[in-house]
């Protein structure tokens, strides 16, 4: 299968093309499952020769130049829902997301995730009911998903000829009833979905694609979806719970936010968690953790005031900004106000973006000081 150089961005038919729900294997015969596979033959991150390092390099530009078409057409303010995959589909923080996901789609805001499971998967399933009246659709949806609660880890798959090896058969059979109920799902949901933005890469590509989106940025160098999920979340970013992934993108956040040349420029960081994920230490036995937790709350204040306080930034300004734009709540009035507060910032900026004017944008000229 020879890379085929997209005009626009990839739809869920595009991607799970191919899904067999009532085939034991009925995972792997996706479109997409084809191309990852392929991917992973060719060298995965590290292609395999220049011929396929550029025609992967050329779909990703054409994939970049399809989201840049996209976001002129959509021009509405993007914020970014990040968190970890391994998220299940009946814990409390995957419903607070979707609800949270539903009420920023009510309020008109484009939200983008990775595109994968979990967190990402509960932004996009808000989404896609947020035009119903009430939540109880919402809530029916999850109940059903979560008869398949979590989507099973697919790491090392290939035998050395490519073919699946014996002992992950269960895995993708799993992988089957997580997707096949996703779709089931998204049968019921409203016929025309609210326009919702995932951004994946193949790198993770083992890993099931939910089928909620409407718009698919998908790219093959992880590098590249990284820079493009943080850098294109310009109304702000909320952080469900995560793992070292998840951390990548609160540390890139943080080092654009350190570089500020204003305080207008800083975007909204925003940690929501039930459980107060990111404020709690993990209390941790001889294999795991009882009590989950990555807190960042003591870490992050401290190097953003470092970075910003200046002779034009005196500390109590610096201060006064992050009290309304580096928030750890669940209030979903505050985080609207919070997003809503830098919408006018956000837009400038996005319009600097699809110009080609990115010098104007403060924080995409970091000062390496």
């Known amino acids: 299968m020879s890379v085929t150089m997209p005009s626009q961005l990839y739809t869920a038919e595009d991607l799970l093309g191919g899904f067999n729900p009532w085939?034991?294997?009925?995972?792997?015969?996706?479109?997409?499952?084809a191309i990852y596979r392929e991917f992973v033959a060719n060298g995965g991150p590290l292609p395999a020769s220049l011929a396929i390092r550029s025609e992967q390099a050329a779909h990703d530009a054409a994939i970049a130049d399809a989201l840049r078409a996209f976001l002129k057409t959509v021009q509405r303010p993007l914020v970014g829902i990040?968190?970890?995959?391994?998220l299940p589909r009946n814990h409390p923080a995957y419903k607070a997301i979707a609800h949270l996901a539903r009420d920023l789609a009510r309020k008109d805001f484009l939200l983008v995730s990775g595109g994968g499971p979990g967190v990402m998967e509960a932004a996009h399933l808000?989404?896609?009911?947020?035009?119903?009246?009430?939540?109880?659709e919402l809530d029916d949806a999850i109940e059903?998903?979560?008869k398949a609660p979590k989507a099973p880890m697919l790491d090392d798959l290939f035998a050395p000829d490519w073919t699946i090896k014996?002992?992950?058969l269960k895995a993708l059979l799993e992988a089957r009833d997580w997707l096949k109920a996703a779709i089931e799902v998204r049968r019921k949901a409203p016929a025309t979905l609210p326009v919702s933005l995932a951004i994946p890469t193949w790198l993770y590509g083992a890993e099931p694609t939910m089928p909620f989106a409407t718009h698919y940025a998908k790219y093959f160098q992880n590098s590249l979806r990284e820079e493009a999920l943080v850098n294109n979340s310009r109304a702000g970013i909320v952080y469900g719970r995560g793992g070292g992934g998840t951390m990548r993108e609160v540390y890139q956040d943080v080092e654009r936010n350190y570089y500020a040349k204003t305080l207008d420029e800083v975007t909204p960081m925003i940690f929501f968690d039930v459980e107060k994920y990111w404020e709690t230490d993990p209390v941790m036995e001889e294999i795991k953790a009882t009590t989950p937790g990555i807190n960042v709350k003591p870490v992050i204040?401290?190097?953003?005031?470092?970075?910003?306080?200046?002779?034009?930034?005196?500390?109590?300004?610096v201060e006064a900004c992050l009290d309304k734009k580096l928030l750890f709540?669940?209030?979903?009035?505050v985080i609207i106000g919070a997003l809503r507060e830098h919408e006018a910032q956000s837009q400038k900026n996005l319009t600097f973006a699809l110009a080609a004017e990115p010098l104007k944008i403060g924080t995409l000229r970091m000062n390496r000081r």
């Open 23 to 33: 085939d034991k294997m009925g995972y792997t015969l996706s479109r997409d499952f």
């Open 82 to 86: 990040m968190g970890g995959h391994s």
């Open 126 to 136: 808000g989404v896609t009911f947020s035009s119903t009246e009430t939540t109880k």
């Open 144 to 146: 059903a998903l979560g």
């Open 166 to 168: 014996e002992g992950k």
């Open 301 to 317: 204040r401290p190097i953003l005031t470092f970075g910003l306080v200046s002779d034009k930034r005196p500390r109590s300004d």
């Open 329 to 333: 709540t669940i209030d979903h009035a």
